[in-house]
């Protein structure tokens, strides 16, 4: 089973960017790989996924065109690149592999978490 270390997250003012990264280790990435964020209060929601052989990409209409998800297969790594950060942005970011089924976008579809990041936009 594939495990998960996120890192990059941080305080950071609107207008502002971070990168996150997700290592796997004790395996490797396969099919989609998903980055999901939950802030206090809510459910978690889906923010990207990158399909790891073909490098599709896939955006939440709320952080597209800010966001970038990005891979290197060299370092099992992926990236989330995060620009014009909103203070909305704040979240817990946890990236998900072990995809076995179901849309990419549905977090029930990944059997693999890391153990999050915190992003905090101050407004």
């Known amino acids: 089973q594939v495990q998960l270390v996120e890192s990059g997250g941080g305080l950071v003012q609107a207008g502002g960017s971070l990168r996150l990264s997700c290592a796997a280790s004790g395996g490797t990435f396969s099919n989609y790989v998903g980055w999901f964020r939950q802030a206090p209060g809510k459910e978690r929601e889906f923010v990207a996924a990158?399909?790891?052989?073909?490098?599709?990409?896939y955006y939440a209409d709320s952080v597209k065109g800010r966001f970038t998800i990005s891979r290197s297969s060299a370092k099992k790594t992926v990236f989330l690149q995060m620009n014009s950060l909103k203070a909305e942005d704040t979240a817990v970011y946890s990236c998900a592999a072990g995809f076995y089924s179901g849309p990419y976008y549905y977090p029930a579809s990944y059997g693999a978490w890391g153990q999050g990041t915190q992003v905090t936009v101050s407004s």
């Open positions: 990158i399909s790891w052989i073909g490098g599709i990409t």
